[in-house]
């Protein structure tokens, strides 16, 4: 199974495509003088424009620029606009020119520990050679050669201060596209065989603690997610089934132990903790989520078990990633500040961008708003398949004539889900529907306004299997209700609202905290809908409550959204 590329899907009108544009419309009016000016002052260069600082000026901007430059290639390959295209070989062209000249210096751009500024670069030329039609065999040949001569090789257990254990997915990436063997025993150095072991062999994932980088007893969350991301990547490139198992243990470890209710992971200065000291950050502290680099790692990590098995359920998780973490992010500032830190305190939170101007997020930032695109639609052989429901059209090339569906909806703020079929002709194959888990009632599917009764669950997909017709229409209802998602199954809490996939915060004008002053968890009945807001709630005879998604609220808007629901609270009225 493949996820379809940018230049197949076309966001329409909603919250996903206002996301991308406004995430565009900030990374294009970055000028390039400014981005590469430290390159070239090291370089000896004419270096116009001014100084990014914070965590920018610390890395002169290799930190970044590798993403950066992916971000345009694939603005390109999803809107067409030139200028995104020149950006982007503008930047590589320049960064070539300054890595030439400062190559054998005291401080050349990439050094023995550049292992995240040389991970993103080489998937940067990769975007550039996919997405811009610019050759780049040549300099990922200089790039392996690089890694094979001067990358370190200590490769210590848990080492997030170098993240080198992220190499081999860009690496056998590299091999597959450009056919380069030698790319592929690079990235076997790098493997993280280590960390694999323990969910390959079934052991504690907690028994072996970090031996450098920043100092935990834990393992940093978004690099270790996205370590087996390489090892998805290996399991392409050799199709050893160690790889696949180690992967998919991996998921359901993150799934049944790590996932908040919003998607997120990570509490707690970006740890994979045990769930009670996850419980226990979500009291203490208001780093709950890493949120622009985590919620990529798992888009990844997402897209490649999808593609793997043909499984359905991976996209549960993206799913809860766009809703609450993505079109959750308050704008940037032109300081490059970003939502780093999404807060899930229990004593109340807010959104609020980081202090650091341009951190590791705004290098994350436009890749993760992008990838949104390639997590919407899949096809094999066989049919095609809708992962997430939202407002956006695909073409599908099936058996040389085009096949273009149309999806319109304002889900999630409604249940319904239409399309439409356009094509030359009658085609046969299977149109394949992901089935959510937070359905309140049946997945129903009517076509051309008759309600079918044939359709197979087959991997946690609801498939379609017939002969369509041009101008066909399938209408899919999704039915959604309020719930309530409890953090620890067996304590039945700390508790969460929802409704279908969206995460609900809430306003709460009372003394102390909600779960102060009231019972939580029987709140879910006294739920009133408000009439014309979609997703908003008041509360039966309590004027300090109300509930509303967290995507709308905004920067320094007090909100409650997980509920201590298992302390004790000093009052308790019904």
């Known amino acids: 199974m493949q996820a379809f590329d940018f230049h197949q899907v076309k966001l329409l009108p909603g919250m996903l495509r206002d996301t991308v544009t406004e995430m565009a419309d900030f990374y294009r009016a970055i000028p390039n003088d400014d981005i590469l000016k430290y390159m070239r002052e090291a370089a000896g260069l004419p270096a116009p424009g001014r100084y990014l600082t914070g965590w920018y000026a610390h890395s002169r901007g290799m930190g970044t620029l590798g993403q950066w430059v992916s971000a345009y290639c694939r603005l ?45 670069l080489v998937r940067a030329l990769g975007d550039l050679q996919i997405y811009a039609a610019y050759p780049m065999r040549d300099r990922v040949i200089q790039l392996v050669d690089f890694a094979l001569e001067k990358l370190g090789r200590s490769n210590k257990f848990g080492d997030n201060g170098a993240e080198w254990y992220t190499l081999p997915e860009s690496l056998y990436e590299a091999a597959i596209l450009f056919d380069l063997p030698k790319a592929a025993e690079a990235a076997a150095i790098w493997e993280y065989r280590d960390f694999w072991d323990l969910f390959n062999d079934g052991h504690d994932p907690f028994s072996r603690k970090p031996e450098a980088g920043l100092y935990s007893d834990f393992c ?214 992901r089935q959510p888990p937070w359905l309140a009632g049946p997945m129903t599917v009517a076509i051309n306004g008759e309600q079918v009764h044939d359709a197979v669950p087959e991997k946690g997909w609801l498939s379609l299997n017939r002969t369509w017709q041009p101008g066909d229409t399938i209408t899919v209802l999704l039915p959604q209700k309020a719930w309530l998602h409890a953090l620890d199954t067996e304590k039945n809490g700390p508790n969460a609202f929802m409704h279908g996939p969206v995460a609900l915060a809430a306003v709460y004008t009372g003394p102390q905290t909600p779960n102060d002053q009231m019972n939580v968890r029987k709140l879910i009945d006294r739920l009133i809908p408000v009439p014309g807001r979609p997703l908003h709630y008041t509360v039966e005879n309590c004027d300090t409550l109300a509930f509303k998604p967290f995507y709308e609220f905004q920067e320094n808007e007090r909100y409650f959204l997980y509920h201590d629901t298992t302390a004790h609270a000093t009052i308790r009225f019904p």
């Open 220 to 433: 940093h969350a978004y690099s270790h997610v996205n370590s087996f991301n390489s090892c998805a990547m290996a399991w392409q490139y050799h199709g050893d089934p160690y790889y696949l198992k180690a992967l998919k243990s991996f998921y359901i470890f993150m799934q049944e132990t790590q996932v908040m209710a919003t998607g997120g992971y990570g509490p707690e200065f970006e740890h994979l903790m045990p769930k009670d000291r996850i419980i226990n950050a979500l009291r203490t502290s208001h780093d709950s989520f890493e949120t622009q680099c985590d919620s990529y790692a798992a888009f990844r990590l997402c897209r490649h078990l999808t593609e793997i098995t043909g499984e359905a359920v991976y996209g549960n998780w993206v799913e809860s990633l766009i809703y609450n973490a993505v079109v959750a992010t308050i704008p940037m500032t032109p300081e490059g500040k970003v939502l780093y830190y999404s807060d899930y305190n229990m004593y109340g939170a807010c959104k609020f961008n980081r202090q650091d101007n341009w951190t590791c997020c705004t290098g994350t930032r436009p890749l993760l708003v992008i990838d949104m695109v390639r997590q919407i639609y899949y096809h094999d052989d066989a049919g095609l398949c809708v992962s997430q429901y939202t407002p956006s059209e695909v073409t599908w090339e099936k058996d040389d004539q085009m096949v273009r569906l149309i999806q319109g909806t304002a889900f999630p703020l409604e249940d319904t889900v239409r399309m439409t079929l356009q094509m030359d002709q009658s085609r046969t194959f299977a149109l394949r529907l």
């Open 76 to 120: 390109y390959a999803l809107t067409g606009n030139e200028a995104d295209c020149e950006k982007a070989i503008e930047l590589i062209e320049n960064f070539w020119l300054c890595h030439d000249l400062t190559r054998d210096s005291k401080r050349p751009l990439l050094g023995a520990r550049s292992f995240y500024a040389f991970e993103k």
